[in-house]
Every structure is written in structure tokens, then in C-alpha cells.
T-cell receptor, first 114, second 113 residues
């Protein structure tokens, strides 16, 4: 069965510092991978997605993620965070063979230190 | 496009009452999903539809929960009777295909007292 793990529940970084949020997945087939962001009181917004091609994916708001098949990882990165990046971040995995069902990780809450 | 529209944004109801949550997906999206989000359990997929047909309802917690999609532009999630443990944020999302990712609504915060 497919699963996705976000090992960090809460991360705090200083404004202007770099960020990396970890995501590991488990799936036997070729995965689709996603990162979503949720601001307080809001729904989830798609940041970026990967399903084939270049393993380094660019997203909105200056985020990028790299797919590493050998490590079953899809970590999210940003070179310099802004206070507005404080939110909850969810990694998600789907599969080409499944009937369009995406499984979400438990989320990582990002706080920004002024 | 107005995005996925959910109503109401907040619902407070007494235990035992019927609750109906509503969702209007993005026009042209063939898939519709209902999720529940709680602190303890995170995001749980309750049910999803493809072309108005329920495909997987294995996440529906009990018979008290039911969902319908009478047409391509409207879906409901009903809880009858409601219980305090149903308190959560319920999200509707829609998608045009498997790979595009989902567009989420702003959610309905349900409180059952």
C-alpha cells in the first residue's frame, strides 16, 4: 500500500535562511508526488508536482523539490524563507496505476523566526 | 474561475442533529473528493467521485455518513445523526485528471456540541 512519511512535525527557521522539508514515500509503482501548503483557516494549495521527467521540480512561491528514487524521497526546498511562508506543508503521493487517489502525509508545521 | 466552493464555512450543531455540507467543484473537473481533517488523524479521504459516480467510499467512517453527487456541479456530505467526535474541518477538492493535483475548497469547520 502506498504511504508517505513526513518525519518532522514542526520546524522553525529564521527569516532569510534556507529551508528543507523532508518527505519519504513508499509505493511499488511509479509515483506521482506533490507538495501542498495550508495557511491557517485555509484549504490546501498545490505548490508543485512531479510525475515524470526532470527530477528537480520548480513550483510556486520560490519552492522546489527533488525526486530521488534511490532514497524514496521528495524533499521540498527554498533558498530563503519569508515570514509569509509560515504554514503547514503536506507531501502527497499518488500512483499511475491507482484510480486517482492521493495519500497525504501528516504535515510539517513551519514557523519563521524574525 | 471561482475555485471549489464549499458552504457553509462554519457549522455549529447539537449532537443528534442532521448536518449537510455542500460543495461546488470547478467546472470541467471530473473528480471530486471529500476529506476530513483533525489534529489527531490529519487528512483522511472519506469518499471520491468520478463523473458523479462514487468510486471509493472506504474512508466513510460509519453509516451515519453519506455523500451524493446528483450532477457535475454539486455534491453533498451528510451526517445523520451527528456526534461530537465528528467535529473537524471537512474539505472538498476537485481535479480534472490523475496527475494535475487537486484544487481544494476553503473547508467547512464543523462543531458538534
Amino acid at each position: 500500500a502506498q504511504s508517505v512519511t513526513q518525519p518532522d512535525i514542526h520546524i522553525t527557521v529564521s527569516e532569510g535562511a534556507s529551508l528543507e522539508l523532508r518527505c519519504n514515500y513508499s509505493y511499488g509503482a511509479t509515483p506521482y508526488l506533490f507538495w501542498y501548503v495550508q495557511s491557517p483557516g485555509q484549504g490546501l494549495q498545490l505548490l508543485l508536482k512531479y510525475f515524470s521527467g526532470d527530477t528537480l521540480v520548480q513550483g510556486i512561491k520560490g519552492f522546489e523539490a527533488e525526486f530521488k528514487r534511490s532514497q524514496s524521497s521528495f524533499n521540498l526546498r527554498k533558498p530563503s524563507v519569508h515570514w509569509s511562508d509560515a504554514a503547514e506543508y503536506f507531501c502527497a503521493v499518488g500512483a499511475i496505476s491507482s484510480a486517482s487517489k492521493i495519500i497525504f502525509g501528516s504535515g510539517t508545521r513551519l514557523s519563521i523566526r524574525p | 474561475d471561482a475555485g471549489v466552493i464549499q458552504s457553509p464555512r462554519h457549522e455549529v450543531t447539537e449532537m443528534g442533529q442532521e448536518v449537510t455540507l455542500r460543495c461546488k467543484p470547478i467546472s470541467g473537473h471530473d473528480y471530486l473528493f471529500w476529506y476530513r481533517q483533525t489534529m489527531m488523524r490529519g487528512l483522511e479521504l472519506l469518499i471520491y467521485f468520478n463523473n458523479n459516480v462514487p468510486i471509493d467510499d472506504s474512508g466513510m467512517p460509519e453509516d451515519r455518513f453519506s455523500a451524493k453527487m446528483p450532477n457535475a456541479s454539486f455534491s453533498t456530505l451528510k451526517i445523520q445523526p451527528s456526534e461530537p467526535r465528528d467535529s473537524a474541518v471537512y474539505f472538498c477538492a476537485s481535479s480534472s485528471d490523475r496527475v494535475s493535483g487537486y484544487t481544494f475548497g476553503s473547508g467547512t469547520r464543523l462543531t458538534v456540541v
